[in-house]
């Protein structure tokens, strides 16, 4: 693949700010995602801040609540909706929780899923199982699976009341359409919940034109950001359906009862810590404006389509990702090697990718191909796994 001498220059400048991808093929931004210089000098001096000043001084709590809400303006502007629509959580999987157990549930009553769902999804719907009485029903959305709008819709019924998904599936890097499952999701008059862990980042997102209802956002992988932190997108004619499901300072009247907080911090639960909130700031505001959304969405899916093309040309390599639409996942399998030892030996050889081993999801080796790999680094990781079925497994 011929690299564009603008975007080569562009493109190293922009990897100069992330070290983490000089040191290694960065193929896992599905996992976690390089963090930025900026970040870490916005983490830095938040720090520091607090070592030499205390943590409460006159006007720490309004300043925090400022910052939690520009946080919320940037997101917003980024994903297409409004800054009170987004609440500040700790992972996607916490926004998960909240929207979930923010619904009133009667005991029979349905959720559709899928077979390829992260736990951070199928634990809360277990719970909401063994909570309440609700029965998680699934769609195959696995390798076969051709239709995976018929699929969901075989698994409605009088008794469903939501549909509770990923936008992009971990386990085998298929990218979910979206807008007609929002579809199906008001022709039935279910609320349309997503995990949307390996999405926001890595493929365009339009909340408002996508139709969802809640949009549960991880901060540390495409985002670029620290752990312990997220996003979650409630839509604003939902918040009569989504109860808070935690209360917090703030959250009541001096005659002692309940109010929810404006708009989507109702949903936001506990403290934040504000060196990762900082840092949070700091990668998204580096990635709207110095990186380019749009630059960055059609690089990943440019390499990504080429990465999957290279793969499906090596004997004993089986590529589980569909070919349209492409994103950044790239999911295989080599004939003959468990998926941890693929992750292994590659790590061995430069490539930090990661493994898929929970089932009944698909197994299966993943690379997470970022905006920041080179074409070199693409073809460089093919040639490393072409080389693997030669060689006995670990």
Request: charged letters at 20%.
């Amino acid at each position: 693949m011929a690299v564009d001498t603008a975007t080569g220059t562009r493109l190293d400048a922009l990897r100069a700010q992330l070290p983490a991808v000089l040191q290694t093929g960065y193929f896992n931004a599905g996992s976690n995602g390089p963090i930025p210089r900026v970040a870490y000098e916005a983490a830095e001096a938040a720090t520091r801040r607090e070592l030499d000043q205390g943590r409460i001084i006159p006007g720490t709590y309004e300043g925090n609540r400022d910052r939690n809400r520009s946080v919320a303006a940037l997101a917003a502007d980024m994903f297409g909706c409004d800054a009170d629509e987004i609440a500040l959580t700790h992972s996607a999987c916490e926004g998960l929780n909240a929207a979930l157990m923010g619904m009133t549930w009667d005991r029979g009553d349905e959720v559709v899923s899928t077979t390829e769902e992260h736990p951070g999804l199928l634990l809360p719907l277990a719970l909401l199982a063994h909570r309440h009485g609700v029965v998680p029903r699934f769609a195959n959305v696995g390798e076969e699976a051709m239709n995976v709008v018929a699929a969901l819709a075989e698994q409605i019924t009088s008794r469903t009341r939501a549909i509770a998904l990923s936008h992009v599936l971990w386990s085998t890097g298929a990218m979910l359409p979206l807008r007609n499952i929002a579809d199906l999701a008001r022709e039935n008059e279910l609320l349309l919940i997503v995990d949307a862990a390996q999405s926001a980042g890595q493929v365009p997102v339009d909340l408002h034109a996508l139709g969802v209802d809640a949009y549960a956002m991880a901060g540390q992988k495409w985002l670029c950001g620290p752990e312990a932190t997220g996003l979650l997108y409630i839509r604003r004619d939902r918040f009569a359906d989504v109860a808070p499901t935690y209360a917090r300072y703030g959250q009541y009247e001096s005659s002692g009862y309940f109010l929810p907080a404006a708009g989507a911090m109702r949903y936001e639960i506990g403290e934040f810590y504000s060196p990762a909130i900082a840092a949070q700031a700091a990668a998204l505001e580096w990635l709207r404006d110095d990186v380019g959304l749009d630059w960055a969405y059609k690089r990943i899916a440019t390499l990504g389509a080429d990465c999957r093309s290279r793969l499906e040309a090596i004997d004993g390599v089986s590529v589980v990702t569909p070919t349209e639409p492409t994103a950044g996942l790239v999911n295989f399998n080599i004939a003959g090697w468990r998926p941890q030892e693929v992750a292994s030996r590659l790590y061995e050889r430069g490539y930090t990718i990661r493994y898929v081993d929970y089932k009944p999801c698909t197994v299966s080796a993943r690379a997470s191909v970022g905006w920041w790999n080179t074409e070199e680094e693409v073809a460089g990781l093919a040639q490393a796994i072409a080389e693997l079925p030669a060689e006995p497994p670990v």
